[in-house]
């Protein structure tokens, strides 16, 4: 994404004048990558220097990857290919839902583009490679009833390119909220840490899917129902995205629609829930629960709630059950904080604020796990997602 000018707001933290990073110190910087929805001034990924020691993003990207409606990405084993999805609809200049991979570059290298195909679905909002890199499962929102949600599943090769999808597979809506939920709205597709199961949250049914993830078996059609086939959510609550830890024993799950983490202890393609915490405890409505991601250490997760909320859920996660604890609740200094990232030191963690369109960098104690003071806030164009590439 393109931020609108190098002059820019930046918070009173940030007032001392210090030296520019040498040539050596800049190749040590990670590098953050920064989607948006695309437009007249927002052409689709920044690639922008983040200085850990400062806590600062360098106002201006060492490149823009140019692709449509950027709003999910990942990255292959080795963070040499980087893959999206392009959350085009109906509604869109091109109405076709794709998924794009590049070649990923680092420092003043350019990236190149390597593939686009159709993935079959409108406004796909979510992907996630295979564990053998073999597939892309794209997450297929689509906001209108018609198609409705689906799970795609895209072929990759051995370069990182993508072909159409070969696997497209349909859920039914529950129906509980008539706005929101007649028609299904796949919002995440996760493969389990094992790599035998994809599980694919649907926030229109109410339910997160599992899939058995056997190509050898199924040919071009490597998904198929598991033995315990879904796991069922509260009507209305609207399940979004989930995430498993380190340990594979445990995972963790929003409910965008009733502003919930649940806790889930999971085992042999089976998801089974032990805990749910409202992330703001004294709301009952205009919750819009988002991003969720465990410290690096995994004794620390956080979500984010948009809607009325706005603010970041701090937890601490005990380490033998998964549970968590509340410890924190901190604004987000915007409006609609739909995905954060954590820095790769775990001293910082950076929030994109969508509606009020910025990106605030938060300093994080590693040890308590609490987020401080507000370090740099940067005027940004409808940031849509944002990840530190993976490290050389």
């Known amino acids: 994404m393109i931020l609108r000018s190098p002059l820019l707001a930046w918070s009173l933290s940030m007032t001392l004048v210090t030296a520019p ?9 990670p590098e953050l990558l920064v989607g948006c929805y695309t437009g007249a001034v927002c052409k689709g990924i920044g690639r922008y220097r983040f200085d850990p020691a400062q806590g600062r993003i360098e106002p201006q990207p060492l490149e823009v990857i140019e692709t449509d409606n950027p709003s999910w990405f990942a990255f292959s084993a080795d963070g040499r290919r980087l893959f999206a999805v392009n959350e085009n609809g109906p509604e869109s200049d091109d109405p076709v839902g794709r998924a794009s991979s590049f070649a990923l570059a680092r420092g003043d290298d350019r990236s190149r583009p390597l593939s686009q195909a159709n993935c079959l679905g409108d406004e796909p909002a979510h992907a996630a490679l295979s564990l053998d ?12 009833a018609d198609p409705g949600g689906t799970l795609a599943v895209m072929p990759v090769d051995g370069d990182g390119r993508l072909q159409s999808a070969v696997q497209v597979l349909t859920h039914r809506a529950s129906q509980a909220d008539r706005e929101r939920q007649l028609s299904t709205h796949v919002h995440a597709a996760v493969p389990s840490p094992d790599g035998r199961h ?12 599992a899939y058995r993830y056997d190509p050898a078996r199924s040919g071009e059609r ?39 983490v649940v806790v889930l202890d999971y085992a042999d393609g089976r998801l089974q829930p032990v805990q749910t915490l409202a992330m703001d405890p004294g709301r ?9 991601h465990l410290s690096a250490d995994g004794r620390f997760l956080y979500a984010s ?46 929030v994109a604020n969508q509606h009020s369109g910025n990106l605030v960098v938060i300093e994080r104690d590693p040890a308590d796990g609490r987020l401080g003071k507000t370090v740099q806030t940067l005027e940004a164009v409808a940031p849509s997602d944002i990840k530190f590439a993976p490290a050389n």
């Open 222 to 260: 490597p998904l198929r129902a598991a033995a315990t086939p879904f796991l069922e959510l509260p009507p209305g609550s609207g399940p979004r995205h989930l995430l498993f830890d380190a340990s594979g024993r445990h995972a963790y799950l929003t409910l965008e629609m009733s502003g919930e």
């Open 284 to 292: 009952s409505s205009g919750n819009a629960a988002a991003a969720l």
């Open 305 to 350: 709630n948009r809607g009325e909320d706005n603010h970041i859920a701090v937890y601490a996660v005990d380490a033998d059950s998964g549970r968590l604890s509340a410890l924190q609740r901190r604004s987000s200094e915007g409006r609609g904080p739909r995905e954060f990232a954590l820095s790769p030191d775990g001293r910082h963690l950076i």
């Open 21 to 29: 990073a040498t040539a050596a110190e800049q190749r040590a910087q």
């Open 133 to 144: 890199g073999r597939y892309l499962f794209v997450a297929n929102y689509s906001v209108n």
């Open 198 to 209: 994809v599980f694919a949250a649907d926030l229109g049914a109410d339910k997160v899917y």
